[in-house]
Each structure stands twice: as structure tokens, then as C-alpha cells.
């Protein structure tokens, strides 16, 4: 009996000393605080995603516009690594000639891909020649998120297939335009460049073979 109540007594001056340990109860203010908090972060976060898309949208919209006023601004695209050749001494020309591929852009879609010789004289200037080996092809293109997309068919040809017939059929091709701006252009896996030093009055008809 003794003993019990020396217990008691020993664990009521615990008490005594060391004051029960409170309760915490979360109030319903307390709740909607979390819970406005948290919905405000969420909302910001969506807010800064929406934002981060419209800005990479419209910086591609813009890299995309700026590539296409390049492509159509640099009027004369030939394939690099054009191969110049001397005529025959005897000939008496100091001129040098090639093969080449052409291409020339307009700002409304039309596009038109020619083949031909060219002629670069003593001093540096270009001209094209029409003659044999000559042909052209007509068409469209597009430019979209910087792949260049072409629709064409040979429309005239100074030599033609036996059994072939004009227009040809339609046909399809894309590239990279990433560095038009730099004067680079990939086209089928070819690279072009832009032409410089081509005579006014050849850039001017090679402009009109755009469109019929």
C-alpha cells in the first residue's frame, strides 16, 4: 500500500514539473491556406508552361520567316563545287565554262530549278548560256519548320527523250534550309550556294522562267 502510493505521488510531481504535452488541432484556416497555396504554384506553374510554348512558337515563326525572305532575297542558288573548264586554245576564248543546276525563289511560292551551262568571263562575271543541254522546271514551294518542301515538273527542254512529252509529271523533293541565311542550302542531299557575279539581264530572265 505503501509503495502505490509513493508511486502516485512520484508521478504527480512528474506532472508537476513537466506540463502535459499540447494537442495540435489544424484549424479550417489553416487548411485553406495550405490548400490556396498550393493552388496558387499550380497555377503558376501552367502559367510559366503556356508561356515558355508561346515563346518557342513564335521564335520558330520568326527563325522560319527570316529563312524564307533569305531563300528569296539571294536570287541565284547553284550547287557548290562547280567544275570550270578552258576551251581548246585554238579556239581563241579566254572565257571558262560548266555545267550547273539553278535555282531561284519567289516570295509567292513560286520556284523555278534550271539546267544549264554557264559562262564566266576574264572578269568574273557570270552568264547563261540556252543552248543544248539546256531545261526547266517549274513549281512550288513551302518552308515549313525549316524543311524546304518542292512540287515541280519539267515544263521545257532543249533536248527531249524520244516518247516524252511536255509537261512532264509532277514530282517532289525537300531539303534543309537551316543556313539560307548564311548562303547555304541543301537540297536531295546536294549542297547549294548563293551565285554571285551573275550578270543583271541573265538574273532578271532566270527570274521570269518562275512562272509561264
Not at 509513493?6 to 513537466?18: C, G, L, Y
Request: overall charge positive; hydrophobic content about 35%; glycine content about 8%.
Amino acid at each position: 500500500m505503501y509503495r502505490r502510493v509513493s508511486q502516485r505521488a512520484d508521478r504527480e510531481r512528474v506532472a508537476q514539473i513537466v506540463p502535459p504535452r499540447p494537442r495540435f488541432v489544424e484549424s479550417t484556416s489553416t487548411k485553406s491556406s495550405c490548400r490556396s497555396r498550393h493552388g496558387s504554384q499550380a497555377i503558376m506553374t501552367l502559367v510559366t508552361r503556356l508561356w515558355l510554348c508561346c515563346f518557342v512558337t513564335s521564335h520558330l515563326a520568326v527563325s522560319q520567316d527570316h529563312d524564307a525572305s533569305c531563300l528569296v532575297r539571294s536570287v541565284v542558288w547553284a550547287q557548290r563545287g562547280l567544275s570550270w573548264e578552258s576551251p581548246p586554245k585554238e579556239a581563241g576564248l579566254n572565257i571558262r565554262t560548266t555545267k550547273a543546276t539553278l535555282f531561284a525563289f519567289a516570295s509567292d511560292g513560286s520556284f523555278a530549278r534550271i539546267g544549264c551551262r554557264l559562262i564566266k568571263q576574264p572578269d568574273g562575271t557570270i552568264a547563261m548560256s540556252l543552248g543544248n543541254g539546256f531545261n526547266l522546271f517549274r513549281g512550288t514551294w513551302s518552308l515549313i519548320r525549316q524543311e524546304l518542301r518542292l512540287r515541280f515538273s519539267l515544263v521545257d527542254a532543249r533536248l527531249l527523250p524520244v516518247g516524252k512529252t511536255l509537261p512532264g509529271p509532277e514530282q517532289t523533293e525537300s531539303g534543309l534550309a537551316t543556313g539560307v541565311c548564311r548562303g547555304k542550302l541543301t537540297v536531295q542531299g546536294v549542297e547549294y550556294r548563293e551565285l554571285k557575279g551573275m550578270l543583271k539581264d541573265d538574273q532578271d530572265r532566270l527570274l521570269a522562267l518562275r512562272k509561264p
